[in-house]
T-cell receptor, first 114, second 115 residues
């Protein structure tokens, strides 16, 4: 079974600074997808960024980028120029290429200080 | 386009009662997923429906059940409610194309409180 681990329960960053959230996973599969979701207090899960395991190039979405290390099974999220609206719980998630369920990490609560 | 909608927003029940939660997927999405987000337990996969059929099930007892209707909306039913069923229940939907590649889009959730 796949597992996802986020070792940082809480992180904080100053507005306009850069922060990196860590995620590691365990799988025996070679083809899969990785996602970062954010859950603000409004509680809706919002997709931030996704990465296909077969792609070596790291995904980027505006201020959000990932560092995907397939051999190390590591998938960190970097948020540049942090904004107050980035404050949320961030979840790393794994999904097999055959589809179906997302397996989530425990989450990292990000605080952005003005 | 309208997102995933869930109702009710909040549901209060007592032990032993039955609860029904509803979800309408994004237009064009045929897959619906249910997750439980309980305090201290993180997000746990409950059920996956696609084209009206239950495709996969998480590690939950049979009193958690559901169905998907011809319009792809879905219901989650929880029978014989227990205190530990108190949680946020999230519904997600995805496009059927290349299943694994399609991200799941989530609704705002239903907060189920058991008294």
């Amino acid at each position: 079974a796949q597992t996802v681990t986020q070792s940082q329960p809480e992180m904080s960053v100053q507005e306009a600074e850069t922060v990196t959230l860590s995620c590691t996973y365990d799988t025996s599969e070679s083809d899969y997808y990785l996602f970062w979701y954010k859950q603000p207090p409004s509680r809706q899960m919002i997709l931030v960024i996704r990465q296909e395991a077969y792609k070596q190039q790291n995904a980027t979405e505006n201020r959000f980028s990932v560092n995907f290390q397939k051999a190390a099974k590591s998938f960190s999220l970097k948020i540049s120029d942090s904004q107050l609206g980035d404050a949320a719980m961030y979840f790393c998630a794994y999904r097999s290429a055959s589809g179906s369920r997302l397996t989530f990490g425990e989450g990292t609560q990000l605080t952005v200080n003005p | 386009e309208a997102g995933v909608t869930q109702s009710p927003t909040h549901l209060i029940k007592t032990r032993g009662q039955q609860a029904t939660l509803r979800c309408s997927p994004i237009s064009g999405h045929t897959s619906v997923y249910w997750y439980q987000q309980a305090l201290g337990l993180g997000l746990q996969f409950l059920l996956w429906y696609d084209e009206g059929e239950e495709r996969n099930r998480g590690n939950f007892p049979p009193r958690f059940s559901g169905r998907q209707f011809p319009n792809y909306s879905s219901e989650l039913n929880v029978n014989a409610l227990e205190l530990e069923d108190s949680a946020l229940y999230l519904c997600a939907s995805s496009s059927p194309l290349q299943v694994g590649n399609q991200p799941q889009h989530f609704g705002d959730g239903t907060r189920l409180s058991i008294l």
